[in-house]
């Protein structure tokens, strides 16, 4: 059937077509353009030109970079002999599953299905899960999926108030209604084990009724009483819209969007107390962050990358760094205006593989459809294009899995969309033929 293109932004993306020299990597098979770039590592230490980070107190200003020096404490502790309380150990996973959304089409009412591949097994294909009366809205259909510890739920986004909950079996639960009767797009869900609740971002305010304005504000509930919703401002730019989150540890990352009415040249990211709700703010130095903020600790455990777009085909995006105890901002990759310039174009997601490596969906083409899958070894000091085609339009278009070391995306060739598994090792790849258009997709993990 006929494939629907999703924006998340909803601009028109309009990419001057360009190509680079052919080139090949040893170890990569079908490399189809490389370049290489500064060698970036992953470490703690701080870098002699701090010309590209951005650092910030805990009022979510710049901090003050004199002087003054931090002499260490004669007495650290009071009780020397008090033995400190032990952290809690890291959970440990037991098994990893692949979740897919996908849609009928942006305007085609309830149009919304969800599909599992259990222990990521894709041998069989993807299994559906039945909810009757399909998933959106009465005016179309636009999904994104998050994941839990106890399940998993599927996001009604644009035009639709609704989550669907889905339980560790598979089987569709309930479905419940954020602030019912008002339009927010929902953008990302994450659950906040400390109080048992769940967070929902929205991006924009309400455009059906302007007395009531979300925009710079997330919404936090508990399941059993969805209509008791609050609201909690995590920003105090009022045109702010929360977009991706991500827990690590005891706070919550929340990448904010739309600043100054795509005006400012700076960027921000609420970061939330998940114990008593308190909130403060990192100011990037790049705007509108739309991929979602990654983590693995496996590579890097004190910090979070995510993308920034920028303003579309502006050249003005980067990949970024921000230390999680610091909240100290480094570019790690910018965009570029040069002609042929494998980075011409926009960043719009990633996800970091457990052997250090960054795959990158990248927006360089978006005239001809040729949307790139990027490779960047930060090791190495290169970047290179190992696969075009690609659906850079889902609300979560790239997705990694620690147990398979498979990256999940989307690929279109003509009009046929396609779940592509990528090996992060081997470069093996296979690919499901999908009978709707693709809204989103997720690895789940269960723990031990």
């Known amino acids: 059937m006929k494939k629907i293109i999703f924006s998340v932004l909803s601009l028109i993306l309009l990419v001057?077509?360009?190509?680079?020299?052919?080139?090949?990597?040893?170890?990569?098979?079908?490399?189809e353009e490389s370049m290489d770039v500064d060698a970036f590592e992953i470490s703690d230490e701080?870098?002699?030109?701090?010309?590209?980070?951005?650092?910030?107190?805990?009022?979510?200003?710049?901090?003050?970079?004199?002087?003054?020096?931090?002499?260490?404490?004669?007495?650290?502790?009071?009780?020397p002999d008090e033995t400190p309380d032990e952290e809690e150990p890291e959970p440990v996973i037991k098994s990893a599953h692949l979740l897919v959304a996908t849609v009928g089409g942006y305007d085609v009412p309830m149009s919304g299905h969800v599909y599992y591949a259990e222990n990521e097994s894709l041998t069989d294909g993807l299994k559906e899960i039945p909810v009757e009366g399909g998933m959106g809205s009465d005016d179309g259909a636009d999904l994104n999926v998050a994941a839990f510890a106890d399940g998993f739920t599927?996001?009604?986004?644009?035009?639709?108030?609704?989550?669907?909950f889905f339980d560790d079996n598979f089987e569709f639960e309930q479905e419940?209604?954020?602030?019912?009767?008002?339009?927010i797009n929902m953008q990302d869900m994450v659950f906040n084990p400390f109080k048992n609740e769940f967070i929902v971002s929205a991006l924009n305010s309400d455009a059906f009724d302007s007395k009531t304005t979300f925009s710079n504000k997330i919404f936090i509930f508990k399941k059993n009483s969805p209509e008791t919703a609050a609201t909690l401002e995590i920003s105090d730019n009022e045109s702010a819209s929360p977009a991706k989150m991500k827990v690590v540890?005891?706070?919550?990352?929340v990448a904010l969007q739309n600043l100054e009415n795509n005006?400012?040249?700076?960027?921000?990211?609420?970061?939330?107390?998940?114990?008593?709700?308190?909130?403060?703010?990192?100011t990037l130095p790049t705007t509108n962050p739309t991929g979602k903020i990654?983590?693995?600790?496996?590579?890097?455990?004190?910090?979070?990358?995510?993308?920034?777009?920028?303003?579309?085909?502006?050249?003005?995006?980067?990949?970024?760094?921000?230390n999680i105890d610091t909240y100290e901002v480094k570019k790690v990759l910018s965009e570029?205006?040069?002609?042929?310039?494998?980075?011409?174009?926009?960043?719009?997601?990633?996800?970091?593989?457990?052997?250090?490596n960054f795959f990158i969906i990248f927006s360089n083409n978006i005239l001809y459809n040729d949307n790139s899958l990027l490779l960047y070894k930060p090791n190495e000091g290169k970047i290179s294009k190992i696969d075009s085609g690609i659906n850079a339009f889902a609300a979560n278009p790239i997705d990694y899995s620690s147990v398979s070391g498979r990256v999940y995306y989307f690929v279109d060739e003509k009009s046929d969309t396609y779940l592509k598994a990528l090996d992060s090792e081997s470069y093996e790849e296979m690919k499901l033929l999908l009978d709707y258009g693709p809204a989103a997709l997720r690895v789940k993990y269960d723990y031990k």
């Not at 599927?154 to 035009?159: A, C, F, L, M, T």
């Not at 455990?301 to 995510?306: E, S």
Request: one cysteine or more; proline letters at 4%.
């Open 46 to 79: 701080k870098t002699a030109d701090d010309s590209d980070q951005t650092h910030a107190n805990d009022s979510g200003e710049p901090a003050d970079d004199g002087n003054e020096t931090n002499l260490p404490d004669d007495n650290p502790t009071e009780n």
């Open 154 to 164: 599927v996001i009604g986004r644009h035009d639709s108030s609704s989550l669907y």
């Open 176 to 183: 419940i209604k954020v602030k019912p009767d008002t339009y």
């Open 263 to 282: 005006t400012s040249a700076k960027g921000e990211i609420a970061v939330v107390d998940l114990e008593d709700y308190s909130v403060e703010r990192i």
């Open 16 to 31: 001057v077509f360009v190509s680079c020299e052919d080139s090949t990597l040893p170890d990569l098979p079908d490399m």
């Open 249 to 253: 540890g005891k706070k919550l990352f």
């Open 294 to 322: 990654e983590y693995n600790k496996n590579v890097d455990k004190n910090h979070i990358y995510l993308t920034t777009t920028g303003n579309w085909k502006q050249g003005d995006g980067a990949l970024l760094q921000v």
């Open 336 to 356: 570029s205006e040069e002609e042929n310039n494998i980075l011409d174009g926009d960043f719009v997601d990633l996800s970091i593989a457990d052997n250090g």
